[in-house]
């Protein structure tokens, strides 16, 4: 027999938790900072960068078949605070105009490109989340969802780049977290095939 549990939570139930954790993300910040300030909407900005980054990470923990339903709400969560992110650092951090992206230092700046790629490779695996995209796209869906670890990747060296002080270079956090994507994906397959086997009907002579 295969292993069929149902999850312990139903999958849409992370919405209701993503809603909580980023209301909690804005009363948290908003009653620790100057109410209004611009160092308000930079720090809101981080902290839900922070949480799509980690989310994004969970999608890939999410290997085990039994785990499999939870990666559609984690992923469209990872996107909400993506944009949420993109959108508090578009009006804090770039004062809500494009062209202030020419007086970044150079660094910065590519920083940020990273960060808009790592975006817009979420916004395609966003738009075709649903079963009927998934069954329009037939086999073509899952080579488009394994654009996955690198936006993974690209949002962690954009997080180091700009957003992380700790003397890392983007060379040396992209190097650690390409090999971390492909141990977690490597080992969630190694398990899933773990718990097919054990769970498979025996032959009986």
Request: proline share 6%.
């Amino acid at each position: 027999m295969t292993d069929r549990r149902a999850p312990r939570v139903h999958p849409n139930v992370l919405f209701g938790w993503g809603a909580l954790l980023a209301l909690a993300l804005e009363a948290g910040v908003r009653l620790a900072l100057p109410a209004g300030s611009h160092v308000q909407g930079q720090r809101l900005g981080e902290a839900h960068g922070f949480v799509a980054l980690g989310l994004l990470a969970l999608v890939l923990l999410a290997q085990p078949a039994w785990t499999r339903p939870y990666r559609r709400p984690l992923g469209l969560l990872a996107f909400a605070f993506a944009l949420l992110h993109t959108a508090y650092s578009f009006q804090f951090d770039l004062d809500g105009r494009l062209d202030s992206l020419a007086f970044l230092a150079v660094g910065t700046r590519n920083g940020v490109l990273v960060g808009a790629l790592s975006l817009a490779l979420l916004v395609p695996l966003a738009l075709t989340s649903s079963r009927p995209a998934q069954r329009a796209l037939g086999r073509h869906w899952r080579t488009l969802h394994r654009l996955t670890p690198p936006a993974f990747v690209l949002a962690g060296v954009h997080t180091a780049w700009v957003g992380v002080h700790a003397g890392l270079t983007p060379l040396t956090v992209g190097g650690v977290l390409v090999t971390l994507a492909t141990l977690v994906t490597l080992v969630g397959r190694a398990v899933g095939a773990r718990r097919a086997r054990v769970h498979s009907p025996r032959r009986t002579s």
